[in-house]
């Protein structure tokens, strides 16, 4: 094993001695089992390997909240946790240990864990691991097996965690509906850039979530949801929000909304009653793109030929995003009758430096014009980019380079003062750092400033920032991707930033809360 740690059964004996001489054995386990997928993804060297790398945190942890004496195990051969069985406290043999001090120690070194797990870089692990610290104790019975003992402790550990998890999961679902019921969910648009002419094709609307939580993440905010069993709930709301704030935008202006395919169920928003919606909010189907992604569209193909169909008619036009990415096959992109196809970002990031990356962008710009669709290159974040996908005859483009997203007052001031975000030609500083996938939490110290926090609805102290009435998790991180990058003695900061690989597509975020 990887690991060079035991499993526990291999270790009875000495598990045995201390639970006589102490009187009772108590234990920590430490659950890593969201990494088993890897296995089944990858097989079980590549899990072992990832294995080592855990087992190296946990290692550290000797000489401090792990005392040296402590037995360190795991719970099988190519097992999902670490088990570290306690051994006798410091001081007088009496001076045993208590309850409150366990629950203590298993807080401190899940904590310590979930920090240090900022080190674990692989390309296997698609979303950062949320370690689990469960507890518990056992008495020495002289009438019952010592083996037996044993396993009923390491199943009260197990129990332990299972309870945390459970109420993880209510706070989660909590903070979810408090969000929802009070709107705390920001709508920014970016721009969509003409790269042939002067001139700005339209916004596509992204949604964050309360500033400072870790669902302030594009990816978090709907992983949570997710998790809440809200993903309806959340996507309505957005997808409602992006109408009613871009139909604040110029009028000669496309709104890119992303749907997810549970929309195409909601009676809201099909035939005459999105029709009566939009045209309450001075809004037109002609106006508005709907973007879907190439995988969710495919996954859902039947479903989403047939609405595609009805909203076309309606005088909708549509997306279909991160194309390139290997999901599915053009045909049945093709059979949707996409006005527009937006490049995946893995064509475009580099595309000045490969060659290779060129001639996928020219044979899918062939494609596209097959299809009469145009093409709207993403995540364009170097002049080097822009120059290449120019070139190539790309329509339009999206990213940092030529327009950050901004809410809509920002767009408003920038435009009465005669111009967009960003000129196509003109673009802005280079940022440091994007991801399609939630630039948001990407954001460095040296970039833009994120939006200005949402405020508290009426009734509630206005002049401060909202923030959840359940306190989310220090340690929790929802991102997803194999690389982290935390200072090794400091805590992560409220939402993480995203490591690059997502860029590459191993995190694939649901609609409407996606960008540049």
């Not at 870790?214 to 709930?233: C, K, N, R, Y």
């Not at 999105?274 to 495919?298: C, D, F, M, R, S």
Request: proline share 9%.
């Amino acid at each position: 094993m990887a690991t060079l740690l035991p499993p526990y059964r291999d270790c009875l004996d000495r598990l045995s001695a201390l639970l006589l001489a102490q009187g009772y054995l108590s234990l920590l386990l430490v659950d890593v089992s969201e990494i088993a997928q890897v296995e089944r993804d990858y097989g079980s060297r590549i899990f072992g390997e990832i294995l080592a790398s855990m087992a190296s945190l946990v290692n550290e942890l000797k000489g401090s909240e792990i005392r040296q004496d402590d037995v360190l195990t795991v719970n099988e051969r190519g097992g999902n946790a670490f088990l570290v069985f306690l051994g006798p406290k410091r001081g007088e043999p009496e001076n045993r240990v208590r309850m409150v001090e366990i629950a203590a120690a298993a807080e401190r070194v899940g904590e310590h864990l979930n920090r240090r797990l900022s080190r674990i870089s692989s390309p296997y692990v698609r979303k950062r691991p949320h370690v689990t610290v469960g507890f518990g104790l056992v008495f020495h019975n002289p009438l019952i097996h010592p083996e037996h003992l044993v396993g009923r402790l390491v199943e009260e550990a197990w129990e332990a965690v299972r309870i945390q998890r459970m109420q993880r999961a209510f706070q989660d679902r909590v903070r979810i509906q408090e969000i929802l019921l009070a709107g705390h969910i920001t709508t920014l648009f970016q721009p969509i850039f003409s790269l042939q002419e002067p001139g700005v094709l339209g916004y596509e609307a992204l949604s964050r979530g309360p500033m400072g939580t870790p669902q302030a993440s594009p990816i978090g905010l709907f992983e949570f949801a997710a998790e809440a069993d809200l993903t309806f709930e959340l996507d309505r709301f957005c997808r409602l929000r992006a109408f009613e704030k871009g139909s604040e935008l110029p009028a000669e202006s496309k709104l890119f909304v992303n749907v997810f395919p549970s929309a195409m169920y909601d009676p809201d928003f099909q035939g005459a009653a999105l029709i009566k919606l939009l045209g309450g909010l001075g809004l037109n189907p002609a106006q508005i793109v709907l973007e879907v992604t190439e995988q969710y569209a495919i996954d859902n193909y039947t479903v989403f030929m047939e609405a595609m169909q009805n909203f076309t008619q309606m005088g909708f036009q549509i997306a279909v995003d991160d194309v390139g990415a290997g999901y599915s096959s053009l045909e049945k992109v093709a059979r949707l009758k996409p006005k527009y196809l937006k490049f995946d970002m893995r064509i475009v990031r580099g595309i000045d430096g490969s060659h290779i990356q060129r001639e996928m962008a020219r044979a899918l710009k062939s494609v596209a014009e097959k299809m009469d669709a145009m093409v709207i290159a993403e995540g364009i974040e170097r002049e080097g980019e822009l120059a290449a996908v120019r070139d190539l005859g790309i329509e339009y483009g999206q990213g940092y380079l030529l327009g950050r997203p901004a809410d809509l007052q920002s767009i408003k001031a920038s435009l009465a003062n005669g111009g967009p975000p960003a000129a196509a030609g003109a673009p802005g500083p280079t940022p440091t750092a994007s991801s399609k996938t939630a630039s948001t939490a990407q954001r460095q110290p040296s970039e833009a400033a994120p939006p200005a926090p949402v405020r508290a609805p009426l009734g509630d102290d206005a002049s401060k920032p909202w923030e959840p009435s359940v306190e989310p998790p220090a340690t929790r991180s929802s991102t997803p991707g194999p690389s982290f990058a935390f200072p090794d003695d400091e805590p992560p900061p409220p939402h993480a930033p995203l490591p690059e690989a997502i860029e590459g597509g191993q995190a694939m975020l649901p609609p409407g809360f996606d960008e540049d």
